[in-house]
């Protein structure tokens, strides 16, 4: 079993800033890919972002192409989401979680089906 605890999430107004953080234990976190999703109150998860298990790989959803950084250490078992000029639509619960990349090693996933390991999510609310 994987766990995954996401930290970072709060209030800001909108242009801010936030980072969030995901830390994993539990399974060696560097043969895993990781991402970010969102979910709004009445919609569905969307794919935010997501990165390779060596980190040379990533993919952005176009709504945060731009503005939002994915990033990993993979020493520190950590995943990151910088998000810049942060907009009041991006306000949602976000989400990271895993899925298994062993011999893929450019694998970034979009789909939330392959991924095996979430965490329980942290609030991002921006105001206007």
């Known amino acids: 079993q994987m766990q995954l605890v996401e930290s970072g999430g709060g209030l800001v107004p909108a242009g801010g800033s936030l980072r969030l953080s995901c830390a994993a234990s539990?399974?060696?976190?560097?043969?895993?890919?990781a991402g970010w999703f969102r979910q709004a109150p009445g919609k569905e998860r969307e794919f935010v972002a997501a990165?390779?298990?060596?980190?040379?790989?990533?993919d952005y959803a176009n709504s945060v192409e731009g503005r939002f950084t994915i990033s990993r250490d993979n020493a520190k078992n950590t995943a990151y989401l910088q998000m810049n000029s942060l907009k009041p639509e991006d306000t949602a619960v976000y989400s990271c979680?895993?899925?298994?990349?062993?011999?893929?090693?450019?694998?970034?996933?979009?789909?939330?089906?392959?991924?095996?390991?979430w965490g329980q999510g942290t609030q991002v609310t921006v105001s206007s």
């Open positions: 539990g399974r060696t976190f560097g043969i895993y890919a």
């Open positions: 990165i390779s298990r060596t980190g040379g790989s990533t």
């Open positions: 979680a895993t899925a298994a990349a062993v011999g893929r090693p450019t694998y970034t996933p979009r789909r939330g089906t392959e991924y095996g390991y």
